[in-house]
C-alpha cells in the first residue's frame, strides 16, 4: 500500500515509495493521524445517537405532558425543538428603530422579551433556564431561526454574545379556548 510502481528514463519498472521519508518518525506521525481520524469518527458517531436519544426523550415528554393534560384539564405546552443562532439587544437607538423603548407589539420594553422575525406575538419560547416571550421583531435580513434577547445593559449583551444553542418553542394551542 505504502509503494507504487513508477517508470525511469530506461523504461525500467521500478518501485518508489509513496512516503519518501520511511523513518521512525514518519510511522509515528502516521500512525497518530489514524488514531485521531478514529477517534472523529466514534466522536462523530456517538454524538449523532446521543442527538437522536434526545429527540426521543422530547417525544415522551410530549406525550407524557399530552396524557398529563388531558387527565387534569390544565395546559401543557408541548416542546418542539429548533436550532438557533440567539444574541442580545439593547434600547440603544443605533440597535433599534426611532422608538428605542418600544416593541414591535406596541408593548413596552422588559426583561423576558425576545425579537424574532417569523414567530407571533405572544410566542413563549425556551433559551436555556429562561422563558422568554415574542414581543419585537429584527431586520428583516435576519430569518427564522435567529432569536435576539433585550437586555438592560451593553455589558450584559456584550457578555450575552453570539450563542447556537436549541431553542424550545413551546406551544399552547391544543389545550386554549378558542
Request: glycine share 4%; net charge negative; charged share 20%.
Amino acid at each position: 500500500m505504502s509503494n507504487i510502481p513508477t517508470s525511469s528514463a530506461s523504461g525500467d519498472w521500478k518501485v518508489t515509495s509513496l512516503y519518501p521519508e520511511e523513518g521512525e518518525y514518519t510511522k509515528v506521525r502516521r500512525f497518530y493521524a489514524w488514531i485521531g481520524f478514529l477517534a472523529l469518527l466514534i466522536a462523530t458517531s456517538w454524538s449523532l445517537w446521543a442527538l437522536s436519544q434526545a429527540n426521543v426523550v422530547i417525544e415522551v415528554v410530549n406525550a407524557h405532558n399530552e396524557a398529563y393534560a388531558a387527565e387534569m384539564e390544565v395546559s401543557v405546552p408541548t416542546l418542539t425543538p429548533m436550532n438557533a443562532v440567539v444574541v442580545a439587544y439593547t434600547s440603544d437607538p443605533a440597535e433599534t428603530d426611532d422608538s428605542p423603548f418600544i416593541t414591535a407589539s406596541n408593548t413596552r420594553v422588559r426583561h423576558g422579551i425576545v425579537a424574532n422575525n417569523c414567530f407571533d406575538f405572544g410566542t413563549k419560547v425556551a433559551i436555556g433556564d429562561s422563558i422568554y416571550e415574542v414581543q419585537d421583531r429584527m431586520n428583516s435580513r435576519y430569518g427564522c431561526d435567529v432569536f435576539d434577547i433585550w437586555m438592560e445593559t451593553k455589558a450584559e449583551a456584550y457578555e450575552w454574545g453570539r450563542q447556537r444553542l436549541t431553542v424550545f418553542i413551546l406551544d399552547y394551542s391544543p389545550y386554549e379556548d378558542d
